[in-house]
């Protein structure tokens, strides 16, 4: 059975930073990009950050770069994307995606987490 498991997210107040984890069981890790994806209420699921698992490449959305990092632990099937200085604006449900190529539009990938609540207060 396929498993992308979020965690790591929380309230936190603008500035502060929070780690979120993706941990993934069920398929060959180091075949696939794992992507994190987020949507708040009343707005369109945007793409965050990815990671490529053809040559460790990654991609940041504008808003995020100089302030998130994605990095893979492939021993342990995980992926984490570190936040800092973070915004009210992020606050949103973030969620771990998997497919087999880094991609802006989430239609594109193939496995998804139950995503975790990242609230930032100002």
């Known amino acids: 059975e396929v498993q992308l498991v979020e965690s790591g997210g929380g309230l936190v107040q603008a500035g502060g930073s929070l780690r979120l984890s993706c941990a993934a069981s069920g398929f060959t890790f180091d075949d696939y990009s794992i992507g994190w994806f987020r949507q708040a209420p009343g707005k369109e699921r945007e793409g965050v950050s990815c990671i490529s698992s053809s040559d460790g490449s990654t991609y940041y959305a504008d808003s995020v770069k100089g302030r998130f990092t994605i990095s893979s632990d492939n021993a342990k099937n995980t992926v984490y994307l570190q936040m800092n200085s973070l915004k009210p604006e992020d606050t949103a449900v973030y969620y771990c995606?998997?497919?087999?190529?880094?991609?802006?539009?989430?239609?594109?990938?193939?496995?998804w987490g139950q995503g975790t609540q990242v609230t930032v207060s100002s």
């Open positions: 995606t998997a497919g087999g190529y880094c991609h802006s539009e989430y239609e594109k990938y193939d496995y």
